[in-house]
């Protein structure tokens, strides 16, 4: 019997998480493509995520991954790329239907680009940029910004990692509200995390974002297969 190439194409996609869950992952690195799930709780009550990745070529991998909390009020859709230098580029589409006090829809589009650079076996920092679109349903129209963050990582050992991230957003033009209020986007936020690698496949992370006066938390659990 031969194989044609759909059956072939089908072989592919099933085995390339497997080949992934060969290899140590590496829980720390935020950038890291692999396939498998994060289940949490927290602040936004569950979090629920899964992630599908899969190499194009020596070069290249893809991952595509969505994330669901707040009661399933808010959807997060990603798709990555990451070349083998540790150069990425990644597009996020976020769809809230529990936006602000006032439980608004929002949408927010948003482009970045990354590099990982690892100074030492301690010390990691992922310089990011990103370019985005936002609005909800309270707004005349969608508004345009840019954000800029670092994340830094510190491995204490093989099993701890601490992190820190801090990220300026700025707004290109006005927020323009039907209830005529106005403003700008010039804001910091804040991010924080704990990590525990339990073994190549799994770990359990603590998380804190400080975000407009929010503080959240959330524990989670991680496990690629």
Do not use: C
């Not at 935020?30 to 190499?55: I, M, R």
């Amino acid at each position: 019997m031969t194989l044609n190439k759909s059956t072939l194409l089908l072989v592919s996609l099933i085995s390339s998480p497997v080949a992934f869950a060969k290899n140590n992952i590496n829980f720390s690195d935020s950038t890291q493509h692999y396939s498998g799930f994060n289940l949490g709780y927290g602040s936004n009550d569950f979090d629920v995520g899964v992630q599908y990745a899969k190499p194009i070529n020596t070069d290249w991998s893809v991952m595509g991954s969505y994330n669901g909390s707040n009661d399933f009020n808010t959807h997060l859709l990603g798709i990555d790329l990451k070349h083998n230098n540790q150069l990425g580029f990644s597009f996020e589409y976020l769809y809230d239907t529990a936006y602000g006090s006032e439980n608004l829809r929002a949408n927010d589009y948003a482009f970045t680009a990354y590099k990982v650079k690892k100074m030492n076996k301690h010390l990691t920092y992922t310089p990011q940029l990103s370019v985005g679109n936002f609005e909800h349903q309270q707004m005349n129209s969608s508004v345009y910004y840019t954000t800029a963050t670092l994340d830094m990582t510190y491995k204490v050992n093989n099993n701890i990692w601490l992190g820190v991230t801090p990220e300026y957003t700025y707004s290109f033009g006005y927020i323009n509200e039907k209830n005529g209020d106005r403003s700008k986007w010039r804001d910091w936020d804040y991010s924080a995390e704990i990590g525990y690698q339990i073994d190549n496949s799994s770990a359990l992370v603590y998380s804190y974002h400080y975000d407009d006066g929010d503080n959240l938390s959330l524990f989670s659990f991680k496990h690629t297969f």
